[in-house]
């Protein structure tokens, strides 16, 4: 009996199971912040929740948020790195064909994700200060 029991041991630590699907949210409370608005960017970052603190923005995909900063100058948390360290997003994109933006808890795409329709800002939620890349789609 002793053996089955270790036969069905180390067969449990050997199966795998399919992946859990990752996690999405809508967090658009509110309209496109004045920040972003007014910057050249379609998606802007903000080191603080409510779109406060240091900002930092792209028009295009990023798939590691590790050599982006905090634009200087923008507020608390200036010069820091933006991966791992963003509570809030914007995203300005009615001029590019209201396209979507989206941010994610691993590089290249990957994780759970939250996204903000056009023209529309929110707090991050599954990416709070854990968010590894970035896109607008």
Not at 8 to 28: D, H, K, M, Q, Y
Not at 80 to 88: D, F, I, L, W, Y
Request: hydrophobic fraction near 40%; include cysteine.
């Amino acid at each position: 009996m002793a053996m089955a029991a270790m036969v069905a041991i180390v067969a449990g630590l050997f199966a795998t199971s399919a992946p859990a699907a990752a996690a999405s949210r809508n967090i658009g409370t509110t309209g496109v912040s004045a920040r972003c608005d007014s910057s050249p960017y379609l998606l802007c970052l903000f080191y603080s929740g409510n779109f406060t603190g240091a900002y930092w923005g792209t028009s295009s995909y990023v798939a590691n948020l590790s050599n982006s900063r905090f634009l200087a100058g923008t507020g608390s948390g200036a010069g820091q790195v933006v991966r791992n360290n963003a509570a809030s997003m914007s995203c300005d994109t009615s001029v590019a064909g209201n396209l979507w933006c989206w941010s994610y808890f691993n590089t290249s795409r990957g994780g759970n994700v939250d996204y903000l329709l056009p023209q529309r800002s929110g707090n991050l939620y599954y990416t709070w200060n854990d968010e590894a890349s970035v896109d607008i789609f």
